[in-house]
């Protein structure tokens, strides 16, 4: 499978990322192995993750997804060396002083992601959120100081806009490291945030950029039609804003093209997001085999120009 550089980190991706927020939430440790094996067997080679996977979900603390992937690793004897792996910092934990992106707090943070996923380094170490507390110039030392350990190999960011991430890259001009990857919400219904200001900044400054929601919390896919149909997902609360004349306009469109392939509305959504300019790969999240398997479909679907122009709505 061909292979995209994530911007001037030296490490590269195939078209698909694995959304690891999943693991150890609706997905147990057996069935996330199996998912996680057949991702790699399909060719793809970058897995997604952060330290606050999944606290949101009752009886659980952050770290359960770092927790089931180094699990795996550790089950799967030179698994590590096949894999890029991404975990982030800065998500509010829910207990005092673990958050944010403080250099105390990454210094105590980075270890526990290490000891979690059974690894002595970090391929892509993500800021998750901005942090107006703490100055961009302390939380960049703080990584150098991990660049220069070893413990981390690449530095990015997520959430930032163009004003935020302008600013962090002209810091690197002062000795301090540089983001080389951005990580944006981006999809075909969530499009404003990134489109614009952020994409040109990108593209001029050869960032990699990975989406995430690549799949608008599964709208994307068609499944969902009304309210009746949430019962099918644990995202009901986020798949509510996306039921409106232009969400439904969207699934029309998918269908229409995904017809014309012979592909799933989901493929066609993703595929519509590894062809846009300056977009590295899609981050999509997989509760069962037969995702895995979509998303490679996903990786070999060519959009046409007459396809794009029906998707731009």
């Not at 060719?43 to 993750?49: V, Y």
């Not at 981006?186 to 929601?213: H, I, K, M």
Request: charged residues 20%; proline residues 5%.
């Amino acid at each position: 499978m061909i292979r995209r550089p994530l911007g001037p980190s030296g490490l590269t991706t195939a078209p698909v990322v694995f959304g690891g927020n999943v693991l150890g939430w609706t997905v147990d440790e057996p069935t996330g192995f199996a998912i996680l094996d057949a991702f790699v067997d399909h060719g793809f080679n970058a897995i997604d993750t952060a330290d606050v996977y999944s606290n949101w979900a009752p009886g659980n603390h952050g770290g359960e997804s770092e927790t089931l992937i180094g699990r795996w690793l550790k089950a799967r004897p030179g698994m590590r060396e096949r894999v890029t792996i991404f975990t982030k910092v800065g998500s509010d934990l829910g207990r005092p002083g673990e958050k944010g992106l403080s250099a105390g707090w990454i210094t105590r943070a980075v270890e526990s992601s290490l000891r979690r996923l059974q690894t002595d380094v970090i391929d892509l170490y993500f800021s998750h959120w901005p942090d107006a507390e703490t100055p961009q110039e302390e939380t960049l030392s703080a990584f150098a100081t991990l660049l220069a350990s070893g413990k981390v190999r690449a530095i990015g960011a997520s959430n930032l806009d163009a004003g935020q991430l302008r600013a962090a890259l002209e810091l690197s001009q002062k000795g301090l490291p540089r983001y080389q990857v951005l990580q944006p919400e981006y999809n075909l219904y969530d499009r404003a945030s990134f489109e614009g200001p952020l994409q040109d900044l990108c593209r001029d400054q050869g960032l990699g950029v990975v989406t995430y929601f690549s799949l608008a919390s599964g709208f994307l896919s068609g499944k969902y039609l009304s309210e009746a149909d949430f019962a099918q997902s644990v995202r009901a609360e986020d798949i509510a804003k996306y039921l409106t004349p232009r969400g439904f306009a969207i699934l029309d469109a998918l269908q229409e093209v995904a017809g014309r392939h012979g592909a799933q509305p989901s493929e066609v959504a993703l595929a519509w997001v590894m062809a846009q300019p300056g977009v590295t790969a899609p981050i999509a999240s997989a509760t069962k085999l037969a995702h895995v398997t979509s998303f490679a479909r996903a990786a070999e679907l060519r959009l046409t120009a007459e396809d794009l122009i029906r998707l731009a709505l």
